[in-house]
């Protein structure tokens, strides 16, 4: 068990190019979220699936975000025509289903310019 | 609407005892979680309650009362390693953690 891991750490991208962020969550995590954090905030609900099935998304997210879990195992967000306001550091979490224990990779951080 | 509430900054001294506040209005209830994060890194977990009352974790403890929409963290025996942001979020009806601002604590020799 090696924890949520996400890739890159880091992604410096020029405004208008379209970026995409992997997470792979702890093994046998059914759940999995995407939550996006800006400096001073908490992180901000984007989406999350349970296997391969997208639950929810938030309403407060553009249409150029998307996110896949074609498998149910590893998951991809992309980000098209990337904006300034879409610089952020976006965190993964993934839990089991039978419990309570949300656990969180160290992020990506978008900056873009 | 999804509202929680908590201060933006605080400080203490090392060795000091440190009580951070959380106020919530939810769209559903499923449990509130704590969480610590250093700068730059990933949230770790502190603590959970979905029933009113005190959970005790070695330095550090966390209160819930569900009536009130009301918690804290309770961190006792301040290290300089605590120097960190703390969040409060809340499990809502739909599975998801919708998370307060986060409390920037600076602990001072």
């Known amino acids: 068990d090696t924890g949520v891991s996400q890739d890159p750490r880091h992604k410096i991208t020029k405004r208008g190019q379209n970026v995409t962020f992997r997470c792979d969550p702890i093994?046998?995590?059914?759940?999995l979220y995407w939550y996006r954090q800006t400096l001073g905030q908490g992180p901000e609900f984007l989406t999350y699936f349970q296997n391969e099935a997208q639950l929810e998304k938030s309403r407060l997210l553009s249409d150029r975000f998307s996110a896949e879990r074609p498998k149910g195992s590893f998951s991809t967000l992309e980000i098209q025509r990337t904006e300034q306001g879409d610089s952020a550091m976006y965190l993964c979490?993934?839990?089991?289903?039978?419990?309570?224990?949300?656990?969180f990779g160290s992020g990506t951080r978008l900056t873009v310019v | 609407g999804q509202n929680i509430d908590q201060p933006t900054e605080m400080t203490a001294t090392e060795g000091a005892i440190v009580q951070i506040n959380c106020t919530y209005q939810t769209s559903g209830f499923n449990g509130l979680f704590w969480y610590q994060q250093h700068a730059g890194e990933a949230p770790t977990f502190l603590s959970y309650n979905v029933l009113d009352g005190l959970e005790e974790k070695g330095r550090f403890s966390s209160f819930l009362s569900r009536s009130k929409g009301y918690s804290y963290l309770l961190l006792k025996e301040l290290q300089m390693k605590d120097s960190a942001s703390y969040l409060c979020a809340v499990r809502d009806n739909t599975d998801k953690l919708i998370f307060g601002t986060g409390t920037r604590l600076q602990v001072f020799p």
């Open positions: 979490a993934s839990r089991p289903e039978l419990n309570y224990g949300y656990t």
């Open positions: 093994s046998e995590h059914n759940r």
